[in-house]
Every structure is written in structure tokens, then in C-alpha cells.
């Protein structure tokens, strides 16, 4: 495969969508950026959240602290940037996601079995970037995520 595109993402909530939207932009002719921008949006949303930032599940339970928290470390500065990377030839295009910092646990890296409902807390993310991507895979130490996308 060839490299396509680079980018650091600020561990910033507010560089997400920017991020998104550059990737759509590099993703044409290889997807839908109508079903890609979601399941985008939830991996970068989770390598932010839960691997830079370093944010529990569980913190989730209280809305009020979990938004606070989300806040502050996006006002800190003090995380590490996400690496974006794009790579494709002329059958298959992969996103590559790189974060330091918390890995993803070994039991969320794979995906769901069963179906998401509204009351579920957590979990219903994995299902969108399983939906949106050919495949996925992840790397051994749990900080990357490669969302992988195939011509028809």
C-alpha cells in the first residue's frame, strides 16, 4: 500500500469534526461519506476520549462530570495528539488511528454480537464502526484501530 494522507489531530472535542470531514474528503470514490462520517466520528470520539484523555466508561454514569471532565482535558493542552493516516491502493483504502494513552481493553476490541437498544450506556459506538467499515482491526497494544474500506 501507498501512503495517501497524514494528519495530527489536537486533543481537542472540537478537532473531531474537522478530522472527519478531512478524511471524507480523501475517502472519495472508496465510500459513501454519508456512511463513513459516522462510524469516523465514533472511532476518532473514542480514541480522544477513552485513549488520550484516558476516560473510563463508567465516568459516563454522571452526564454533569463526564462533560466536565471531556471539557477540562480538552482545555489542558496537555494530551497527545491522534494519528490519522490514510493508505490504499486500488482495491482497499485503510484509516489508521493512533492515540497514547489508554488502551482499548481486549474484550471491546471486536465486534458486537448483540444489538444495540436506547438504554444501553456504553457499546452502541462499536456497533457504528463495525456497520460503516468493511473491516476492522486492531493492533496488539490496543492504541490503534485500522478502519478498513474495499471497493465494490
Known amino acids: 500500500m501507498r501512503a495517501s494522507a497524514q494528519r495530527l489531530i489536537e486533543a481537542d ?28 466520528t465514533e472511532a476518532l470520539t473514542n480514541a480522544l476520549i477513552h485513549g488520550s484523555f484516558g476516560l473510563d466508561r463508567s465516568v459516563r454514569d454522571d452526564l454533569d462530570v463526564y462533560l466536565a471532565a471531556i471539557h477540562s482535558c480538552s482545555e489542558s493542552g496537555s494530551h497527545p495528539p491522534i494519528e490519522l493516516l490514510i493508505v490504499g491502493d486500488n482495491t482497499t483504502c485503510r484509516v489508521q488511528i493512533r492515540w497514547n494513552g489508554a488502551p482499548c481493553p481486549v474484550d471491546h476490541r471486536h465486534r458486537p454480537h448483540d444489538e444495540p437498544t436506547p438504554q444501553r450506556t456504553s457499546g452502541r459506538g462499536m456497533h457504528v464502526i463495525y456497520h460503516t467499515c468493511s473491516e476492522v482491526l486492531w493492533c496488539d497494544d490496543g492504541l490503534e484501530i485500522h478502519l478498513i474500506y474495499r471497493r465494490s
Open 13 to 40: 472535542v472540537d478537532a473531531i469534526a474537522p478530522a472527519v470531514e478531512w478524511t471524507c474528503a480523501r475517502l472519495a470514490g472508496w465510500v459513501d461519506h454519508e456512511m463513513a462520517r459516522p462510524g469516523l
